[in-house]
T-cell receptor, first 112, second 114 residues
């Protein structure tokens, strides 16, 4: 199928806690996995991406891990801050990388 | 600012009407993608154009059509509008015809059908 499954749909954490969002994809040919952050009423913006030749990538408080065998990839946010509150979308290419199929989104709420 | 420009930002129209949404990609980007985002929903892929040619199609209704012009701007035409078409419509652009690098999204056009 074309779905990218994303869990959880909502996630509430206290400031300073870690947050983990998981996605599962179906196309074994996919080799590029981006994560987009969308603040309320704004456009989606890329925050991190990973290619299939690596298993993990970090950028300050954000990291993404990839398990190609299981077709899972996850977003990890450490030391969460209220400004991390947003909807996060994972995505994977489909159809020869001519389109990006997005997950259903995770609404992250970080409470002070 | 992503460099992708969408107009108008807001559009209110009645059922049965037709509207045109416009997107100008980033300078140098050849590919334009259209996505629909309904309230509290994810991003649904509609259609992709690359250098003027349709490249990929998603769950786009027959009442919807799009095109990309020689100057690479794109228009999404929505006709016989229904209440359920109310949504945020985003376009995104990439340099190549493949979404294996960062896609830059415009600010979106919020369409309200009344």
């Amino acid at each position: 199928g074309e779905n990218v499954e994303q869990h959880p749909s909502t996630l509430s954490v206290q400031e300073g806690d870690s947050a983990v969002i998981k996605c599962t994809y179906s196309d074994s040919a996919s080799n590029y996995f981006p994560w987009y952050k969308q603040e309320l009423g704004k456009r989606p913006q890329l925050i991190i991406d990973i290619r299939s030749n690596v298993g993990e990538k970090k950028d300050q408080r954000i990291a993404v891990t990839l398990n190609k065998t299981a077709k899972h990839f996850s977003l990890h946010i450490t030391e969460t801050q209220p400004e991390d509150s947003a909807v996060y979308f994972c995505a994977a290419p489909r159809g020869g990388f001519q389109k990006l199929v997005f997950g259903t989104g995770t609404r992250l709420l970080v409470s002070p | 600012d992503s460099g992708v420009t969408q107009t108008p930002k807001h559009l209110i129209t009645a059922t049965g009407q037709r509207v045109t949404l416009r997107c100008s990609p980033r300078s140098g980007d050849l590919s334009v993608y259209w996505y629909q985002q309904s309230l509290d929903q994810g991003l649904q892929f509609l259609i992709q154009y690359y250098n003027g040619e349709e490249r990929a199609k998603g769950n786009i209704l027959e009442r919807f059509s799009a095109q990309q012009f020689p100057d690479l701007h794109s228009e999404l035409n929505l006709s016989s509008l229904e209440l359920g078409d109310s949504a945020l419509y985003f376009c995104a652009s990439t340099q190549t015809g493949e979404m294996n690098t960062e896609a830059f999204f415009g600010q979106g056009t919020r369409l309200t059908v009344v």
